[in-house]
């Protein structure tokens, strides 16, 4: 059969070009729109991949002004990982012991130094709880009508702002961990 016109067609006939002429072929066309329409669904799917991202901690802070309000203290302990606060004071207080007493202190400053900042960590561990949590966040009434600021600080953190600027506010930065925004430090 090879060679033969009788034989079975494997191939359609092409349409005749009109791209010569400067008219697209209408086969070009539909594949234009069919791209038209993917890129158009994957901008919309991926607008609304950043509206939902957008919104995730703003969720979060609901849930936390929920379980203050409700003392429901199993959902706090989600929300708030008291090892990291702890860490993060610890941290601050090192930085203040640290310009207070200078970074070469001689050995009885050395010593002293020493001495404040195991008292520190231990004062820390031993009052920072979920009442000392509960305490900062709706010390001035409930928690989400004192919220005067809340927004991104980076794509895995987010600072909430209880009170006004200039007012000695609180901030409290909630991290992206393991798939959850946790309150992670407080600073009064």
């Keep these: 059969m090879q060679g ?30 069919c791209a038209e329409d993917g890129m158009k669904a994957i901008v919309a799917g991926l607008a609304f991949l950043v509206a939902v991202y957008a919104a995730w901690p703003y ?24 090892s990291a606060i702890r860490a993060e004071l610890k941290r601050g207080l090192d930085r203040e012991v640290a310009d207070t ?28 709880d979920l009442d000392w949590t509960r305490r900062a966040l709706t010390r001035d ?3 989400m009508s004192q919220v005067s600021y809340a927004f991104f600080e980076s794509w895995d953190r987010f600072l909430v702002r209880i ?25 009064e």
């Design 141 to 143: 009434g409930p928690f």
């Design 4 to 33: 033969s016109r009788s034989g079975p067609r494997l191939l359609a006939p092409m349409p005749p070009s009109n791209i010569d002429n400067g008219t697209p072929v209408r086969a070009f066309g539909f594949a234009r729109h």
């Design 59 to 82: 969720v979060y802070v609901y849930r936390l002004d929920r379980a203050l309000a409700e003392d429901d203290r199993a959902t706090l302990n989600r929300l708030v990982d008291l």
């Design 101 to 128: 007493l200078g970074q070469e202190p001689g050995k009885l400053l050395s010593w002293v130094k020493e001495q404040v900042t195991e008292l520190g960590d231990r004062t820390v561990d031993q009052l920072v």
């Design 163 to 187: 009170g006004e600027l200039g007012e000695d506010p609180t901030h409290v930065r909630m991290s992206l961990v393991h798939g959850n925004w946790r309150v992670t430090a407080i600073y």
